[in-house]
């Protein structure tokens, strides 16, 4: 198996490259996700460090691996529950200065590495019209790292 698409997740936008796959006890092919925390943690790193703004369901992913409920983020954010919820379904756009806050939490929070300043995080938070499709390397469950597009 070269690649599988990670929907568990909660996001339709990752694919674990290289993974070696298993065999069940009915002989037949299966995956198997070692050390999920560590690929989660390497899925929110790919999230904050994208060159585009954050779906509703990447909002969700980080919101959920940060521990945080809807009402939490809210109130981290400064704006309403419903405004979260709204975010998170895709009804309204996440607001870019909410994004900023969202991602150094994240940063912070999930003990991400942080590679630019918040001028550049700023920057990063775009409109765009699609998700780009996020590949991780699965061949080191203990190694797992973002594979450049």
Excluded at 44 to 70: H, P
Excluded at 130 to 139: F, N, T
Aim: overall charge negative; charged content about 30%; some cysteine.
């Amino acid at each position: 198996m070269n690649s599988y698409h990670y929907t568990e997740c909660g996001l339709d936008n990752v694919f674990i490259e290289n993974m070696e796959p298993v065999i069940d006890d009915a002989g037949e092919q299966a995956v198997e996700i070692p050390q999920v925390n560590r690929l989660h943690k390497v899925i929110a790193y790919g999230i904050v460090k994208q060159d585009a703004s954050m779906s509703g369901k990447e909002l969700r992913f980080l919101r959920t691996e940060m521990g945080c409920t809807q009402a939490e983020l809210a109130k981290l954010v400064h704006c309403d529950e419903q405004t979260v919820r709204r975010w998170e379904q895709g009804k309204t756009p996440l607001d870019s200065r909410g994004e900023i806050v969202i991602r150094l939490l994240a940063e912070e929070l999930l003990g991400l590495e942080r590679d630019k300043s918040v001028r550049d995080m700023a920057a990063r938070c775009v409109s765009t019209a699609a998700a780009h499709p996020m590949h991780i390397d699965g061949s080191d469950p203990d190694n797992y790292r973002p594979v450049a597009a």
